[in-house]
């Protein structure tokens, strides 16, 4: 079946660590997103790539970094100079231009 | 203005009725809209594209009006199984796909 995984489901690390969530998709989209969600709000973008080797932050970058160097995969770390990287992460991929996106299932992180 | 902007909620319906909310967007070249919904704690989940005036599937309809820049999602006959939180995406300059806060309903019987 094809489709977005994200793992791990629930994350848990101390502050001061950097961590990386991990979004693979076999869907042959070139686009893929991350986005991060708080309780009660919407989805805010964080970085964003459209094609292998290339991406571009998004309205939330700081904090955040990411790469792209195979088509399937689009990682992304939390580094320590995010402030409050408390959140449900959800990564997302689309064929591109006016698509529509398909998501994973989301990874929550709880940094104590 | 904000890119995307929605009526937070919560909008309290009975089983049954009719429910309607907006979508506001700032940027006027935007061509395609998306409709997501999202249940609690899980994902969003694609519910309908909207690439012209509108687009209907069964009990949702949306429409588009671009004079006034929104968009709008209508439910008819709402069922208690509609209870969620609806997200609309418009894609701004660089294919950068924004969301709305989201709408919440809660359909009561």
């Not at chain 1, 320590?80 to 698509?99: E, M």
């Amino acid at each position: 079946d094809g489709g977005i995984t994200q793992s791990p489901k629930y994350l848990f690390r101390k502050e001061g660590q950097n961590v990386t969530l991990s979004c693979e998709q076999n869907l042959n989209h070139d686009a893929m997103y991350w986005y991060r969600q708080d309780p009660g709000q919407g989805l805010r973008l964080i970085y964003y790539s459209q094609i292998v080797n290339d991406f571009q932050k998004g309205d939330i970058a700081e904090g955040y970094s990411v790469s792209r160097e195979k088509k399937e995969s689009f990682p992304l770390t939390v580094t320590s100079a995010q402030k409050n990287p408390t959140a449900f992460y959800l990564c997302a991929s689309s064929i591109g231009g006016d698509s529509p996106l398909h998501f994973g299932n989301g990874t929550r992180l709880t940094v104590t | 203005r904000k890119e995307v902007e929605q009526d937070p909620g919560p909008f309290n319906v009975p089983e049954g009725a009719t429910v309607a909310f907006n979508c506001t967007y700032s940027n006027s070249a935007s061509q395609s809209f998306f409709w997501y919904r999202q249940d609690c704690r899980k994902e969003p989940k694609l519910l309908m594209s909207v690439y012209s005036s509108g687009n209907e599937d069964g009990r949702f309809t949306a429409q588009l009006n671009r004079a006034s820049q929104y968009i709008s999602l209508l439910i008819r006959d709402s069922k208690l199984s509609d209870s969620a939180t609806y997200l609309c995406v418009v894609p701004a300059a660089g294919n950068k796909l924004t969301f709305g806060g989201g709408t919440r309903v809660l359909v009561k019987p």
